[in-house]
């Protein structure tokens, strides 16, 4: 008779559905050469020998916050000499700056829960990009932030959501879902949307034809089944509503937190939780390794182990900086294809639905 571990190899191997207890006995083998080529092949199942990265341009509107997580070294309070919010002439200085970016395709917005912006604030924003950018997608404010749009208006999220769709809106990025486990966002981020809010967001977004990121912070206070519960959690919304297109995963970055005695993961774990992520999320087309967060070097090395996205050249961004990340603000289109051709990929230029955008369009 099988145990466990030959049940989910042969499983991982042949593409098959991995349960809660298959997953764990993978994980704990610890054997991440079978575990990136299993993965390897999924992702290739799924997009061949292609990878693919966007034009994108980054905007954190504000670092006040009402949050107050441990787990965050971007936010402040009001009042704090570290705080700033952009007003609508900041934002007319970085769309005139996007301008001049050939095929720039995205603008992605997310920032933190001020207490004193109103909602209009937000919406006039999504409004001013669309207006000087109209052929750009806007993928604006996380699941947690909907939530405080919708609690500071007494609107529903359905209502807030279709609000800003009419207004530009094209997709939500998956943040604020960290491990969706009660006990973890406690610990981690316990003024902020629950895993039950985060949940029904991005349901109710979908249903609304929005598609949206998924995403996963670890290496903090989680266990490993609760990393991999929560796999399974993305995995049943995804078999409800199809409408995650990529998921993206945040290794812990301690410093300038009040968590900051912890230890960031080495790289070890990121591969092997990138292999993880591609063979649990079997629903989900797209794996994204997200440069700014595991460095270029480690994002290159996870093309090996199922992923098959580097996202883009993002241009500016402070919330990972925050918490010490050293990795660059931005990267050259021309330096993102050399780094997926060395690794023996195809790269292909996206739109935020990743549909292939060619030379010139």
Request: hydrophobic share 40%.
């Given at each position: 008779m ?52 966007n ?51 995205e ?12 909602f ?21 404010f996380?699941?947690?932030?909907i ?22 809106l ?18 981690i ?9 985060w ?58 937190t ?17 292999a ?7 629903n ?11 460095t ?10 199922g ?17 010490g ?21 195809i ?15």
């Amino acid at each position: 008779m099988e145990n466990i571990l030959e049940i989910a190899k042969k499983k991982a191997v042949n593409g098959e559905r991995l349960s809660l207890e298959e997953g764990l006995a993978l994980y704990n083998d610890n054997d991440l050469l079978f575990l990136a080529e299993c993965a390897r092949k999924a992702k290739e199942r799924k997009s061949g020998k292609e990878v693919y990265y966007n034009v994108n341009r980054h905007i954190n509107l504000t670092n006040i916050c009402t949050s107050g997580c441990p787990l965050c070294a971007f936010q402040c309070e009001k009042g704090d000499k570290r705080g700033f919010t952009l007003e609508t002439e900041d934002i007319e200085r970085i769309l005139a700056e996007a301008k001049t970016v050939k095929n720039l395709g995205e603008i992605h917005i997310v920032s933190a829960l001020h207490p004193d912006k109103p909602f209009e604030y937000y919406l006039n924003i999504v409004k001013q990009v669309k207006n000087a950018l109209p052929n750009a997608d806007i993928k604006a404010f996380t699941p947690v932030e909907i939530v405080h749009f919708a609690e500071m208006t007494g609107k529903s999220v359905k209502e807030v959501l279709s609000i800003l769709k009419e207004a530009g809106l094209s997709s939500l990025p998956g943040g604020g879902a960290e491990i969706l486990s009660d006990r973890v966002r406690e610990i981690i981020c316990p003024k902020k949307a629950t895993a039950t809010q985060w949940i029904h967001t991005m349901k109710t977004a979908h249903k609304l034809g929005i598609r949206t990121n998924c995403t996963m912070m670890y290496g903090h206070v989680e266990t490993i089944e609760e990393r991999l519960q929560h796999l399974i959690t993305l995995r049943e919304i995804q078999d409800e509503t199809h409408g995650f297109q990529a998921f993206v995963a945040f290794p812990f970055h301690p410093a300038n937190t009040q968590l900051s005695h912890l230890k960031r993961v080495g790289s070890w774990e990121d591969m092997k939780m990138m292999a993880m992520f591609r063979l649990m999320l079997d629903n989900i087309d797209h794996i994204k390794a997200f440069w700014i967060m595991l460095t270029m070097p480690v994002a290159q090395m996870a093309l090996g182990f199922g992923a098959d996205d580097l996202d883009g050249t993002i241009g500016e961004e402070k919330i990972i900086h925050a918490a010490g990340a050293k990795t660059n603000t931005g990267i050259t289109k021309s330096r993102l294809q050399k780094i997926i051709t060395e690794a023996g990929y195809i790269p292909v230029e996206r739109d935020t639905f990743y549909h292939p955008i060619r030379e010139g369009e």
